[in-house]
């Protein structure tokens, strides 16, 4: 079970690295997902990412206090809108209120964090 987890925390550090190149892909949120599975599974890993000088403190203040920076509340909200607008213009039909109420949804969660 070990290696499948270390596997699966590789794959969201991938994603992590991913969408720190790509603006329409989020950093933060897959290294947090890394760090809860490492914590699992490899702790070392998990430190490395607790350690890193950019991305660390953002993933503590989730990890410790579920802070989410105001910065990145702003980023995240714009994020989803512009996705919502996006696909309600791509999908025909009832479909295309789904991606909407899923986004709608997440930018509830992110502002009812606290932001320090």
């Not at 596997?7 to 897959?30: N, R, S």
């Not at 994020?79 to 213009?89: A, E």
């Amino acid at each position: 079970m070990r290696i499948v987890l270390n596997l699966l925390g590789l794959f969201f550090v991938a994603l992590g690295v991913i969408g720190a190149f790509l603006p329409v892909m989020p950093t933060t949120i897959f290294l947090i997902i890394a760090a809860i599975i490492f914590a699992k599974s490899n702790p070392a890993w998990e430190a490395r990412i607790m350690a890193h000088p950019q991305f660390g403190p953002p993933v503590r203040a989730f990890r410790e206090k579920g802070v989410i920076g105001p910065r990145a509340k702003m980023f995240a909200v714009g994020g989803m809108t512009v996705s919502s607008v996006i696909s309600y213009f791509l999908i025909d039909g009832y479909w295309a209120f789904a991606p909407a109420i899923a986004c709608g949804l997440c930018a509830i969660y992110v502002l009812s964090r606290p932001s320090r």
